[in-house]
């Protein structure tokens, strides 16, 4: 129950802050699937986070970044 009301809380305040500021209430929306895949990610096999870890570095390596953190 607490979790749906974090989710709906999220939803209601990120449409107030579009409404106020597109641009901004997009960025709070983005954050908010950032936040949904790490959950997500923190619930796999370290084997797999791991993976998932070596992966996204390659891939922004291919892409120019240079340094990337990872950590807790």
Do not use: C, W
Not at 16 to 32: C, D, R, T, W
Not at 47 to 61: R, S, V
């Amino acid at each position: 129950m607490q979790n749906e009301a974090v989710s709906i809380f999220k939803t209601l305040l990120t449409e107030l802050v579009k409404s106020q500021n597109p641009y901004a209430g997009n960025i709070m929306e983005f954050a908010n699937h950032l936040d949904e895949a790490v959950k997500i990610v923190q619930s796999l096999p370290v084997d797999i986070q791991n993976q998932l870890k070596t992966t996204i570095e390659a891939m922004l390596a291919a892409r120019g970044f240079q340094a990337v953190f990872f950590g807790r």
